[in-house]
């Protein structure tokens, strides 16, 4: 398994699951997330606070790795927000490793006026 895919299913059991075990495993002791929402950096157990906040709202569609090295990775997905009318986000994820390890993140997310789903060979319930 290619190292960004073994941080996919990390982050969607985090998620979906609130269960970390698997990327609490995989982050670097020194891990940051900046999150352009916040305009700030966080570090695991505030981002925590934010995924148990989100997960029973969230549906995470498919990601789409752009690049992975050794050092970084840089990964596109989509995600589904259960409101009365469903909100659509297109989300731009980048990810620096050392030694093979989580240690800084940057998430950017733009919100969409269509479903992206629609124009794809996915469906939302195959990730719910």
Not at 103 to 116: N, Q, T
Request: one cysteine or more; a negative charge; charged letters at 30%.
């Amino acid at each position: 398994m290619a190292r960004a895919a073994e941080f996919e299913k990390a982050w969607r059991l985090a998620y979906t699951k609130t269960d970390y075990s698997l990327i609490e495993s995989l982050l670097h002791r020194d891990y940051q997330m900046y999150d352009h929402r916040m305009g700030m950096k966080v570090d695991f157990e505030t981002e925590k606070s934010l995924i148990e906040t989100l997960c029973p709202f969230l549906t995470m569609g498919p990601w789409k790795i752009l690049y992975e090295n050794e050092e970084v990775y840089a990964a596109r997905l989509f995600t589904k927000y259960k409101e009365k009318e469903p909100r659509y986000l297109a989300i731009m994820a980048t990810a620096n490793l050392q030694n093979g390890k989580l240690i800084y993140a940057e998430i950017v997310r733009e919100v969409l006026d269509f479903d992206p789903s629609e124009s794809q060979d996915w469906n939302w319930e195959d990730y719910e």
